[in-house]
């Protein structure tokens, strides 16, 4: 799974603190830490995507019939495995 570059990150991070300061929804004094807090989960939320990508490619490799990645039948085995594992955790 590819993860986003911390310029990036550093991007939507300013971009979520715009928004939410403009709509008057965040009352935080200090913006640095804001933007830090905001990258910091942005990364969490990723490591947990690769685990999940991960758990699920090794399912995909387990099975008998040996499903090629980029076949039609891996996509659509991937994107049912990864809902499985997200509803897993309730995201």
């Given at each position: 799974?590819?993860?986003l570059?911390?310029d990036?990150?550093?991007h939507l991070?300013?971009?979520?603190w715009?928004?939410l300061n403009?709509?008057?929804?965040?009352?935080?004094?200090?913006?640095?830490?804001a933007?830090?807090?905001?990258k910091?989960h942005?990364?969490?939320?990723f490591d947990?995507?690769?685990?999940?990508?991960?758990?699920?490619?090794?399912?995909?490799?387990?099975?008998?019939r040996g499903?090629?990645e980029?076949?039609?039948?891996?996509?659509?085995?991937?994107?049912?495995?990864?809902d499985?594992?997200?509803?897993?955790?309730?995201f």
């Open positions: 799974m590819k993860q570059s911390d990036r990150m550093s991070s300013h971009k979520i715009e928004t403009k709509e008057g929804l965040v009352s935080y004094q200090d913006t640095q830490k933007l830090i807090s905001f910091k942005f990364r969490q939320f947990v995507l690769a685990s999940i990508d991960q758990r699920v490619r090794q399912k995909i490799e387990t099975l008998k499903v090629p980029g076949s039609r039948e891996w996509d659509i085995l991937h994107r049912q495995y990864f499985e594992e997200v509803k897993k955790l309730r």
